[in-house]
């Protein structure tokens, strides 16, 4: 280290840099410890994976679906604190914590019966808990506890289902009833064994005995698949002892080979229930959704058991858009602290000193320069009085301004064709004495290859991550969910989030409440707000980054996908939204495209509605979504075990403990880069990360 206090350079602006910003300038004497902390960025906004901007009329346009599980024990405390801190007027839009997350406890799995899909709605008890006042007890007692209820629930669902003899149905209540009391005594007492035995002994009989009964009974089919997902889950747990000898150990096994030895049912494995937690982190080999999914089975474990204990409610959704909610906050508190943002700067690559013992420079193009009479970029506008991210630069703050403004090139792309305006570099002992390394797995092998030349495991790390390309599609139109035939019933102000298995673009949302913080004209209001996500499946090789159409060709296969998917599958899902249903003639399957609100072009019929909607390729290496395959975890390195002295690692793709794609794991990252770096927070307090007392998690 050259000097008493050092400088600090995160390069990466995603959740991990700004969560590693965040914990090392958390203590109002950082300054005291440090010199300075710059974060260093490609084009012009903040958030990676998170990153949203305002489109033609305001729209919030995404990269995906996103939103917070309850049990995001890390992230949903973090920005709490961000929303403290940050301490807006009463009478600004999302002023605080509480009006810029929404409780949720609904959500919709679809099952396929005799070919044909089957909406299964579900609910979850809420609690007491909020992330500033949360107790924190052990993580597998939080996820057992939250396994109890389900297990009640299911109880609770036999005993009121018909169609299944009246002495079985007691029996089968009486025992969940009776393992759910043993679990919570020997949870107590520290034991578990007479719980384990219990579902081995008594549960798999009865449950094998009642599920060719149940078959014909939805009700019952489906609490006996809940009853049996749960005890699996708890069993194995048990008898693998994951509380004492943590998840790690079991990765090298796929996760529906550990639930098959642990005695799940084959109608449980192959569950929407079991699945959910495959396809949620996307799970399929080569992203190839035509192939049976593989996911390490301790991940899987452990993130279907953190599910369970959750705070409040089970999902926590954003009031507006990633960008909104998230990102634009970090980032005011954070330059609030005096973190310094270089925006335009595109890291290029990382070179060692001599003896290949630490990080020597970091090679930096400048995309765009800032005009002589400015300081620092500033790179937020408001809409409807919110701080939010454009879709484009803010080109009056630039001096290649005016020129960007007529070419528009997307200095988010790793294939754009706009030119270097200037070179920095970055140099050890000048610019930095400690460097995060906070982009994603997917741009090592372009930024790094000296390191992964001088280390092996960095060259096992990249080998066993897989990062996958993803696509996403928004859409607006002019019915709500309910005008359009939605099977089953809404609370008042209830949205949908639903897991269709209908891949590739799998995942489903309904964000009417958003249009509330979009600006479009009274007269085009959309009425509903549809997201989707998936998989670009099967995944392809990139070309060269010189191939400047690539992104073009990507954009133009996610937007026939688009169209594809939703002219045969919308119908499935939303009968009155058909062809047929809205004009009374016509294809009874397709979606109809005149639904879709077009208002730069009211005229434009059929497909070319579509063309004012907004799709997305995540294809460049920092958006790509990272797996957790079997046998991976073991090569995933830890936030300081980077091999370089002056080198720390952040990103979901390091070793969290939690070793899933999610902004939990992201935090959680963040979180132990400032632990590398400072020796804060303390390991102990970042919930979920195995510390030597409790490998389980803290």
């Not at 030119?419 to 400690?434: K, M, N, S, V």
């Not at 991550?465 to 599609?473: E, F, K, R, S, V």
Request: some cysteine.
């Amino acid at each position: 280290m050259s000097k008493e206090k050092p400088k600090v350079a995160i390069l990466g602006g995603g959740i991990a840099g700004l969560t590693t910003a965040f914990a090392l300038t958390r203590s109002s004497d950082w300054r005291e410890r440090l010199d300075s902390v710059t974060l260093y960025q490609m084009g012009w906004r903040l958030g990676g994976k998170c990153a949203s901007s305002r489109g033609p009329h305001g729209r919030i346009q995404e990269h995906g679906i996103h939103g917070f599980l309850g049990s995001y024990w890390n992230a949903l405390p973090l920005f709490a604190e961000v929303y403290a801190e940050l301490a807006r007027s009463p009478a600004s839009p999302l002023a605080t914590f509480e009006e810029a997350f929404r409780r949720d406890d609904f959500g919709i799995l679809w099952e396929s019966i005799d070919g044909r899909p089957l909406a299964w709605p579900q609910r979850f008890p809420s609690n007491i808990q909020t992330p500033s006042r949360a107790s924190h007890p052990p993580a597998f007692e939080r996820a057992v506890a939250g396994l109890l209820d389900g297990l009640a629930s299911a109880a609770l669902h036999l005993d009121m289902a018909g169609g299944v003899d009246r002495t079985q149905k007691t029996g089968l209540v009486a025992l969940v009833r009776r393992v759910a009391e043993f679990l919570a005594a020997d949870l107590a007492r520290g034991g578990a064994h007479p719980a384990a035995d219990l579902i081995t002994r008594a549960w798999r009989p009865l449950r094998d005995a009642v599920f060719d009964l149940a078959s014909e009974v939805t009700e019952v089919r489906r609490a006996l698949i809940t009853a049996d997902f749960t005890l699996t889950l708890i069993k194995g747990a048990l008898d693998d002892e994951v509380q004492r000898l943590g998840y790690d150990r079991l990765d090298g096994e796929n996760y529906s080979d550990w639930l098959a030895r642990h005695g799940a049912h084959v109608e449980t494995i192959r569950s929407p229930l079991a699945l959910n937690y495959i396809n949620m982190t996307y799970q399929y080999p080569g992203a190839d959704t035509s192939r049976p999914p593989q996911m390490a089975a301790g991940v899987y474990l452990h993130w279907a058991l953190q599910a369970f204990g959750y705070v409040g409610d089970f999902i926590w959704r954003f009031s507006a858009g990633s960008g909104e909610t998230l990102i634009a906050p970090l980032y005011e508190v954070l330059k609030r602290r005096g973190v310094r943002f270089e925006f335009f700067h595109k890291v290029e690559r990382l070179t060692l000193d001599p003896p290949g013992k630490g990080i020597q420079t970091v090679d930096i193009a400048i995309q765009a320069r800032l005009k002589p009479d400015l300081e620092t970029y500033s790179p937020l506008i408001e809409v409807k009085g919110l701080p939010s991210w454009p879709g484009e630069p803010v080109y009056d703050q630039l001096l290649e301004g005016e020129t960007m403004r007529r070419s528009k090139p997307d200095l988010e792309s790793w294939w754009t064709p706009w030119p270097t305006q200037g070179r920095r570099t970055l140099r050890a002992g000048e610019d930095f004495d400690h460097l995060v390394f906070a982009i994603s797995v997917g741009a090592i092998p372009h930024l790094c290859q000296e390191l992964l030349a001088a280390d092996p495991r960095w060259r096992a790390m990249v080998e066993a991550l897989p990062a996958l390309q993803t696509q996403a599609m928004q859409i607006w139109i002019d019915k709500t969910v309910e005008e359009l035939g939605w099977p089953g019933s809404l609370r008042a102000g209830e949205s949908v989030l639903t897991t269709t298995f209908i891949n590739p673009l799998n995942g489903h949302g309904e964000f009417s409440d958003l249009i509330t913080f979009e600006d479009w004209p009274i007269e085009a209001t959309p009425r509903g707000l549809w997201y989707f996500c998936g998989l670009m499946s099967p995944d392809e090789a990139p070309p060269p980054f010189a191939d400047h159409d690539y992104p073009a060709r990507q954009s133009a296969r996610v937007k026939a996908q688009s169209i594809q998917y939703l002219q045969a599958t919308m119908g499935t899902l939303v009968p009155k939204s058909t062809v047929q249903a809205q004009t009374g003639t016509g294809d009874p399957f397709g979606f109809d495209l005149h639904l879709l609100v077009a208002p730069t072009d009211p005229a434009a019929s059929g497909v070319t509605r579509f063309d004012s909607q907004f799709w997305r390729a995540n294809i460049d290496p920092t958006e790509r979504y990272v797996a957790s395959p079997p046998g991976s975890t073991c090569h995933r390195l830890k936030a300081w075990e980077s091999g370089f002295a002056n080198l720390t690692l952040a990103g979901d793709w390091i070793y969290t403990g939690l070793n899933v794609g999610s902004v939990e794991a992201t935090v959680m990252s963040g979180l132990l880069a400032s632990f590398a770096v400072s020796g804060s927070p303390p390991l102990e307090t970042i919930a979920g990360y195995p510390t030597r007392e409790h490998p389980a998690g803290a």
